[in-house]
């Protein structure tokens, strides 16, 4: 992995505002997973989400902490729950 850049956890936030910036409606789901869903233009989003990714680095080892923090933040949704999209639970 020598000079691909990593991602801290002190970044979480900073990257979930990027890639909510970005289009992309990013939320936990459970505490096992978390999606980049409902991008309105893919081929411009994709870009967006491609650039943001690659400014902060590889996450994969901040799964859990990146999940915790949408949490912390109301951007999830239970597996169980009746709401079909994370925002549907503050109505």
Known sequence: MAGKKI?????????VGAMIEAGCDICAIDEFGYVICDIKNPRKQRRKVDRV??????RGHLKFEII???????RFIDR???????SEKFH
């Open 7 to 15: 991602m801290k956890a002190s970044d979480i936030p900073a990257w």
């Open 53 to 58: 990714c690659g400014q902060f680095g590889e």
């Open 68 to 74: 915790a923090y949408l949490r912390s933040i109301g």
């Open 80 to 86: 169980d729950s009746e709401a079909e999209h994370w």
